[in-house]
């Protein structure tokens, strides 16, 4: 199994906090990625970074910044947590882009 | 808009049936991949297709690459209640800095 462990695995909290989640990695994967999952929508990129302090905004990126100071970690915030914004995360890493994408176990948010 | 169009969005079918499952886009992608998601756990790799035209089977499961590498499938022959999971596919335009999307997947049902 690819080493990649996200952080928390479920959270609640209240409309208007600030959250973090982390997704940290051990295979020194240059690509990483965030994408929540809703009924109905797949999987839809948030942001993903392509190397350290290198980022870039995906579909559905309003509410949400994301920061990468070390290979191994790529941190998603949401500035002020919405109940839209009730969702199952995911992040991904990538050797290349023709190589297997592997994902994290998810992190269920839930915003109340 | 979705950059990757998938269909259908859900399937239910007999066991033994054939069934096949499209991914369109108006964009012209440097690679294709099929993931396959069980309940609670993230997307996990089935095949990738680079070269447009390109046909890969994995035993049961045939996947082609559209000749001009906008479009791709996923037929399955002979279905098996086992097969039944979400079935995304997702893929890098051409040219982009690495952001991999995803369509909005397929759900499948296999009933014995």
């Known amino acids: 199994d690819a080493g990649i462990t996200q952080s928390p695995r479920h959270k609640v909290t209240e409309t208007g906090t600030p959250v973090t989640l982390r997704c940290h990695q051990t295979?020194?994967?240059?690509?990483m990625y965030w994408y929540r999952q809703d009924p109905g929508h797949g999987l839809r990129l948030i942001h993903y970074?392509?190397?350290?302090?290198?980022?870039d905004k995906g579909e559905v990126s309003d509410g949400y910044s994301v920061s990468r100071s070390k290979t191994e970690d790529f941190l998603l915030t949401l500035e002020s947590a919405t109940s839209s914004q009730t969702s199952v995360y995911f992040c991904?890493?990538?050797?290349?882009?023709?190589?297997?994408?592997?994902f994290g176990q998810g992190t269920r948010l839930t915003v109340v | 808009t979705q950059l990757l169009e998938q269909s259908p969005q859900f399937l239910s079918i007999q066991e033994g049936e054939n069934l096949t499952v499209y991914c369109n886009s108006s964009?012209?992608?440097?690679?294709l991949q099929w993931y396959r998601q069980e309940p609670g756990e993230g997307p996990v790799l089935l095949v990738t297709?680079?070269?447009?035209?390109e046909v890969k089977k994995l035993k049961r499961l045939t996947f082609q690459f559209g000749d001009a590498r906008k479009d791709s499938s996923l037929h399955i022959t002979a279905a098996q209640p086992g097969d039944t999971g979400l079935y995304l596919c997702?893929?890098?335009?051409?040219?982009?800095?690495?952001?991999?999307?995803f369509g909005q997947g397929t759900t499948l049902q296999v009933k014995p």
């Open positions: 991904a890493i990538r050797v290349n882009l023709n190589t297997e994408a592997f």
């Open positions: 295979e020194n994967h240059r690509y």
């Open positions: 970074s392509y190397g350290v302090k290198d980022t």
């Open positions: 964009s012209v992608f440097s690679s």
């Open positions: 297709v680079v070269t447009g035209g």
């Open positions: 997702a893929g890098v335009i051409e040219g982009n800095t690495g952001k991999l999307i």
